[in-house]
């Protein structure tokens, strides 16, 4: 069983910037790729980027070159970077493992971003 914790949202004004952090607990968190996801009201969820247990990223599109994912093997943590902020990132943001051995996952409680105009 493993239990994330997410913090770091919060309110921002455009082009401003908020770390997310996500710190695991329960297992030997480099054997899980983590992720984080959004929510944004009346739109889909949606994949934000994905920091691989190889030590790779991946990143929607359309975020590319605004967001950063990182990862602390020691910390059993992932942050999210994001820069250049903007009203359409307001979501609930949420983080997530994935098991490397078998398909197992665990999410987190979710964290407000808000980006005012």
């Known amino acids: 069983q493993v239990t994330l914790v997410e913090s770091g949202g919060g309110l921002v004004q455009a082009g401003g910037s908020l770390r997310l952090s996500c710190t695991a607990s329960g297992s030997i968190f480099s054997l899980y790729n983590m992720g984080w996801y959004r929510q944004a009201p009346g739109k889909q969820f949606e994949l934000v980027a994905t920091a691989f247990s190889s030590g790779s990223t991946n990143y929607a599109d359309s975020l590319k070159g605004r967001f950063t994912i990182s990862r602390d093997n020691a910390k059993s943590t992932v942050y999210l970077q994001m820069n250049s902020l903007k009203p359409d990132d307001t979501a609930v943001y949420y983080c997530?493992?994935?098991?490397?051995?078998?398909?197992?996952?665990?999410w987190g409680q979710g964290t407000q971003v808000s980006v005012s105009s």
């Open positions: 997530n493992a994935q098991y490397l051995l078998r398909p197992e996952q665990y």
